[in-house]
């Protein structure tokens, strides 16, 4: 008997990958848009402070610039930041009436600011973006002062490479970048315990939920969160209302059939003739049939069902030996494991093997082997073998008729085997017929398993 078709296969039907997946998601986009917002702000604040740097050297210059004797401009003393002293530094100023400098920094040596040809109002400051020595991009800010004494405003200019803001900015970013990767992997380390634990009441359900389907246990219990003990109280209901209409089921059938059987009993007493008492045996070996099918039908699937083979057989060797008597000629052999176990009813399984050890018994000349053996597909099989004549290839077909005897000086209705048959294949399993390594008959039940443990 196959297990229920999985639905939502793969990754993509898993919830746990689901929400791990949703909330990667959701962090990543949070804080990618949070490192944008932040690397932004960044780069303005240090824009804002490079150009304060600038304003104030470019005040600086201002102050300490005036016109000589000969109405030339000079410089007092040397501005403060020693960049302005070392060549090709990446900061500069330069002092002039037009776009040729007349006073200029140590650092932009022999070279010039290309300022462009604009004019500055007195006391504006203009924003440039120029190339300067070495091909660098500079930031200018250019002021026009006009002196008391003087003829025409000079053009104070003060510059600064802008791959300083750049470098800035650069780490900055990496170290944001590498935080917030690390903040990531926290935050979705996080989820996944997080997940794990809001899903673990889930798991324990899955458990209880095999625990019922293989017969160890009936109902679902222990304490549950209260998101999720209203559906263990749903389940609980709906097994003990399958429970409730299956016993009724039963219960019914057999009452009918207790009802048909003491009426053919009635008969077969005052039937007159072996054609109406042979008509009368075949109407009770059809009720016993049909009464076995539909309790093996009420009984397949219902959750927590489930009987031990050693259990059966050893009963039933016990049973078959007890009706020989003390000096049995038939020796029969159970090597069933104890961890081999039946889905079904303890009913059923007696039903279905009574008759093969019935059967064995009834051919075999002094042994009968029963043993068991898991398969694939969560399906076990039961063999019963003998030692009798065994049962030719082309009339195993045959025997499974209901109603079919081969031999009519053999006891029996000549129903068992097709009884076990239905029985097995309404479970889900079979019965196969085969040659025993003892000499006779070799039958495989197969049966679904369940465990125990």
């Known amino acids: 008997m196959s297990g229920p078709a999985r639905r939502g296969g793969g990754l993509t039907g898993s919830l746990r990958f ?19 917002v932040l690397s932004g702000l960044f780069r303005d604040h240090v824009a804002r402070r490079f150009e304060a740097e600038l304003t104030n050297h470019l005040d600086q210059l201002a102050a300490l610039t005036e016109l000589g004797a000969d109405g030339a401009p000079v410089l007092r003393q040397p501005l403060s930041d020693p960049r302005f002293r070392r060549p090709l530094s990446g900061l500069y100023w ?45 930031s200018v800010l250019e002021r026009a002062v006009t002196f ?46 997080q997940v794990s634990v809001g899903l673990r009441p889930l798991v324990r359900l899955r458990a ?11 109902r679902f219990g222990g304490d549950s969160p209260r998101e999720v003990q209203p559906l ?34 009635v008969l ?14 075949e109407m009770r070996r059809h009720i016993d049939h049909h009464m076995a099918r539909a309790r093996a039908a009420a009984a397949r699937g219902l959750p927590g069902v489930a009987t031990p083979v050693a259990d059966s057989a050893g009963a039933l060797a016990r049973v078959m030996k007890k009706l020989q008597g003390g000096n049995g000629r038939v020796i029969v052999t159970v090597r069933v494991p104890r961890e081999h176990v039946f889905a079904g009813e303890r009913e059923d399984l007696d039903e279905m093997l009574g008759n093969l050890l019935d059967n064995a018994m009834k051919w075999a000349g002094s042994r009968v082997e029963v043993a068991s053996r898991l398969e694939a ?40 085997l097709a009884v076990v048959r239905d029985v097995a294949r309404l479970y889900g399993g079979d019965l196969r017929l085969g040659d025993s390594p003892l000499g006779g008959l070799r039958v495989e039940l197969v049966l679904p398993a369940a465990t125990l443990s």
Do not use: C
Not at 168 to 190: E, M, Q, T
């Open 377 to 416: 597909g969560g399906m076990l099989a039961v063999v019963v073998e003998d030692d009798g004549p065994g049962l030719p290839a082309d009339r195993r077909d045959t025997v499974l008729a209901p109603g079919v005897r081969l031999d009519e000086s053999t006891p029996g209705s000549g129903l068992g």
């Open 232 to 265: 263990l109280d749903d389940l609980n209901a709906l097994l003990d209302h399958s429970e409730e209409v299956v016993v009724r089921a039963r219960l019914q059938a057999g009452n009918l059939a207790h009802a048909l059987k003491t009426n053919l009993a």
């Open 268 to 281: 077969a007493n005052e039937a007159e003739g072996e054609a109406a008492a042979r008509r009368v045996a």
């Open 208 to 218: 209880e939920l095999a625990a019922v389907r293989a017969g160890r246990r009936k």
């Open 18 to 36: 689901r929400l791990l997946a949703g909330a990667a998601v959701w962090i990543a986009l949070a804080l990618a848009l949070a490192g944008l």
């Open 94 to 138: 330069q002092v002039g009436p037009g776009e040729a400098p007349v006073l200029r920094s140590r650092s932009l040596w022999d070279e010039a600011l290309p300022l462009p040809p604009d004019e500055v109002a007195d006391g504006d400051i203009h924003r440039h973006s120029v190339v300067g020595p070495a091909g660098r991009q500079l």
């Open 148 to 193: 008391p004494n003087g003829t025409a405003p000079l053009r104070m200019a003060v510059a600064q490479d802008e791959a300083e803001l750049r470098a800035v900015v650069a780490d900055f970013n990496r170290v944001l970048w590498l935080s917030l990767g690390a903040l990531a992997l926290a935050l979705i380390a996080a989820a996944v315990v």
